[in-house]
Every structure is written in C-alpha cells, then in structure tokens.
C-alpha cells in the first residue's frame, strides 16, 4: 500500500504549507472533484493555525461516472450521490493509503489528521473508518494514528456496514470512541445534499464514534464560509491541543 499510482492513475502534484510556529500537528487535506492541492493550500494558508503544517496532495486524473467517464482530478469513482451509491472501496483504499504514506514520516511527536471538502471529505471520512478499524477496505493493515478528522460537506463511504465491522471488534470500537470528527454542511447545498451531512454524522454515531460534531449552516451552498472555517480552527486548535495558536 501506499504508492503514488492508483490502477494506473498517478496522484498529482502535493502542496505543503509549512507551520509558521512550533510544529505540533500535521493535516492532510483533499479536495473536492475536479480540483486540485494548489487551491486548498491557498485556502489552510490564510487560516490562523501557527503550529498546524498542512499537506495537499491532488488526486489522480480518471474517469468519473458521474460525469458519464470524462476525466478529471477524483480519489475514486463516484456516482449520483444517493442513498445506493456503489462505493469504489479500489480506489477509495488507494487513495486512502497515498493519504497515509503521506502521514507516515511525519515525526513520532506531532499529531496527525486528515479533512477535507466534498469528495475530500467522503475520503478522509474514510480513512478515519480504516483507522478505527485498523484495515483498508481489502484488509491490508492500516497503520497511521489519527487524531483528528474535519469533513465538509461531504459524505461517509460504507456507512451501511460501519456499526456491524465495528461493533465486533473491541479494539476497533475503543478507537472509534477516541477520534474527534467534525462535519460541517450547507442547509442548501445542491451537489451533496444536506440529508447526507446529517447521515453521515448519525451514521458515524450509531457506529460508537462517541465525539462527532455535526454543525449544519443554514442556507450555506457547496461552498466554504468565513465563519465555517473559524469553527474549524477553534475546534482544531481545542481538539488537538496547540499552544499559542491565537
């Protein structure tokens, strides 16, 4: 696990945005479809989170059968969103051990964590289900301590089997109840619909993830707001426990 080639499609350029302070944690955030690391590091640069390095790989360029096969930057196929969508678990586990390989030299001292927007957020949703599991989708072992996961407006792939794996697994149900998770999602939202930000939260819930938070923004679209990603920071900053981070 852990190559920069999924079936075929390499990952594209990383981004990294070093701490201006101490380094105490590192995240690595992921974009939505169609997008790339570029934008997302201009996004987490402005933030102020002095001791946070921020790592922003691009996904791989591939077929998406949403788009009827037109190529474009995706962590893994992707249909209609809807309540029967078919998850790509190849292509989610290939993205999901890229994510990893990318944590795995960071240094034993700095906490870890993924988030993301949209799709990004569905992968890092993801690998924080490998995580308390402690195996990708095939069962290879998945090896990186997580501490802290951010989702917006995105959705949680494999949640109709999450609380079964789960729940037979005491280890497995001791590392769901560690992790924070936070998901945010627009009330009017056009492309993930709000329903599926509420799922996701309830789904991870139901799974024994005992410290979600579900923040909903009313009347907020497919986007990112100010005031969302001032959340994010104070819950980051809290949940990780940095020093001196405002």
Not at 74 to 80: K, N, S, T
Not at 110 to 131: D, E, N, P, Q, R
Not at 223 to 233: R, W
Request: proline content about 5%; aromatic content about 8%.
């Amino acid at each position: 696990m852990g190559s920069r080639i999924a079936r075929g499609y390499e990952f594209g350029r990383t981004y990294v945005v070093r701490p201006k302070g101490q380094h105490q944690a590192t995240i690595v955030w992921l974009h939505g479809l169609g997008d790339n690391g570029s934008s997302s590091s201009q996004l987490l640069e402005s933030l102020s989170l002095p001791n946070i390095k921020w790592i922003c790989p691009t996904a791989p360029s591939r077929p998406v059968s949403l788009l009827g096969g037109f190529p474009c930057t995706a962590w893994f196929d992707v249909g209609e969103i809807s309540e029967d969508l078919h998850d790509d678990i190849e292509g989610l586990d290939a993205s999901a051990a890229h994510i990893a390989n990318l944590l795995s030299t960071e240094p034993t001292d700095v906490k870890v964590g993924i988030g993301g927007f949209s799709m990004g957020a569905a992968i890092a949703l993801y690998s924080t289900t490998c995580y308390a599991l402690g195996r990708y989708g095939t069962g290879h072992p998945y090896t990186i301590n997580l501490r802290a996961t951010v989702g917006l407006s995105g959705w949680l792939p494999g949640w109709r089997s999450l609380r079964s794996k789960i729940e037979s697994s005491n280890e497995a149900a001791r590392r769901a109840a560690s992790i924070p998770v936070i998901l945010a999602h627009g009330t009017s939202d056009d492309v993930v619909p709000y329903r599926f930000g509420e799922k996701s939260a309830h789904s991870l819930a139901m799974a024994g993830f005992r410290q979600v938070v579900f923040k909903p923004y009313e009347g907020l679209g497919h986007y990112t707001v100010p005031k969302e990603m001032d959340e994010v920071v104070h819950w980051l900053a809290s949940r990780l426990g940095l020093q001196g981070s405002r």
